[in-house]
């Protein structure tokens, strides 16, 4: 495929969808062809034609108008919607079209993606690794399954940064789920808490790639932050490697979907409050149990505004954070004065997962936000480093929130 003749197909025009489209018409692909839902409805849809118009691409009515019109689909979707959107345009695929998904997607949702996929077109997981809107098509992505190859070698002109890591759908998944939760730039030891990225033996590669980004020793461990006894084991992994631990960030959480209130089940309540509550709970106890007989440490709690300003969409994540709260106060109450305990509660980032959410509805809403934005990623490292350091030794107990004025808006 020339590279002055390729028609690309982008599904999903949130904020990376559009700065996929902008960023590859301004590298010289002249036929490209968008897809957003988006666009029906009465409210937004004028702005998604507006901004189509902006970067001088076109809009199709459907799913099915990209297949047939494009050569290269790449699938910015929300992770919930991989498998709806599939079933959609399967039908409409050629075996010799390269379909890319780049949705925050969970690992086994990749791979059901690529059984369904079964020679209707050529199945790529794709993983964006640095933030969108920072870096647009630049941003490291890394890539798995057969025909993971011919997508970089057919976009690395254009300007893609695309890493291959595996012949297998799954796997450029699994090795951006550890990254994005492991990254903190905090301590010497960064812990990763999914079991996806060892099977998929992308564990060493992630840990290196994380290790290359922050100049520090990272020692891979593996653990289910929602099992007592795996919490047990990695506070006692951690001192076996590295001797000491200064600084604890839970940062671990999940927010599973559900319809009305009434329909979640029994097991996304449990789990739901496993990761967000029970875990953090146990490793902060335990951490700060040993930093207080070493002679001190901080512990940090990484909350959200649903805490206190829930949607109905969010409740028992909301209720799992507030009670993270309560954990900040009994630590710091129990161990100190040694031990420092504070909660940052975090407001709309744009990171990785931004761009699965509703680009026209999210500006809607950040409109009447205080500073009328989300934040970047590094706008909460300075917080984090606050509780982390001793620039905070007179601190402890505080919850803070960094969030633009989300929780001052009425939804």
């Known amino acids: 495929m ?21 960023d590859f018409a301004q590298a010289g692909v002249a036929d490209i062809v968008v897809y957003s839902r988006t666009a029906a409805k009465a409210a937004a849809g004028d702005a998604v034609y507006e901004r189509a ?36 345009i399967r039908k409409h695929l050629r075996p010799e079209q390269i379909y890319v998904d780049a949705s925050s997607a969970a690992v086994t949702t990749m791979e059901r993606a690529a059984e369904m996929m079964n020679g209707s077109a050529r199945f790529v997981d794709a993983a964006i690794m640095s933030p969108v809107p920072l870096n647009g098509i630049k941003a490291a992505t890394v890539a798995s399954g057969e025909y993971a190859e011919q997508f970089r070698t057919l976009m ?40 996806a990225a060892q099977r998929y033996g992308v564990l060493e590669a992630a840990a290196a790639d994380i290790a290359a980004a922050t100049g520090r020793k990272v020692f891979p461990v593996v653990a289910h932050v929602g099992d007592w006894r795996q919490c047990d084991a990695l506070i006692d992994e951690t001192y076996a490697l590295a001797g000491r631990l200064d600084v604890l960030v839970n940062n671990a ?30 490793l902060a106890a335990l951490a ?80 009447r936000m205080p500073l009328r934005r989300g934040g970047q990623p590094d706008e909460i490292t300075g917080a984090a480093l606050y509780f982390a350091s001793d620039l905070s030794r007179f601190t402890t107990g505080a919850l803070l929130r960094v969030d633009g004025g989300q929780a001052l808006v009425r939804r």
Not at 168 to 178: D, Q
Not at 260 to 279: I, P, W, Y
């Open 156 to 195: 690395t002109p254009y300007g893609m940064n695309i890493k291959v890591v595996g012949d297998k759908p799954g796997m450029a998944s699994a090795m951006k789920l550890i990254r994005s939760v492991c990254i903190k730039g905090l301590s010497a030891v960064l812990l990763e808490s999914l079991e």
């Open 288 to 367: 700060a149990h040993r930093m207080s007989e070493a002679g001190g440490g901080s512990v940090i709690n990484i909350s959200s505004v649903a805490a206190e300003r829930p949607t109905e969409h969010e409740v028992p994540y909301g209720a799992a954070k507030a009670g993270l709260h309560v954990v900040t106060a009994g630590i710091a109450l129990e161990y100190g004065p040694a031990v420092r305990a504070n909660t940052i509660m975090a407001g709309p980032f744009l990171t990785d997962i931004s761009a699965t959410w509703d680009a026209a509805a999210f500006a809607e809403f950040a409109a």
């Open 253 to 282: 959480g999940i927010a599973p979907l559900y319809g009305r209130l009434h329909e979640a089940t029994e097991e996304l309540f449990d789990k739901t409050l496993a990761v967000n509550l029970k875990g953090p709970f146990r």
């Open 2 to 22: 020339e590279q002055a003749t390729l028609r690309l197909g982008i599904l999903g025009f949130g904020e990376a969808g559009f700065r996929f489209a902008k």
């Open 53 to 88: 118009k902006e970067i001088g691409v076109q809009l199709a009515k459907s799913p099915r108008e990209v297949a047939k019109r494009a050569d290269l689909i790449i699938a910015l979707t929300p992770g919930r919607s991989v498998i709806p959107v599939l079933r959609s």
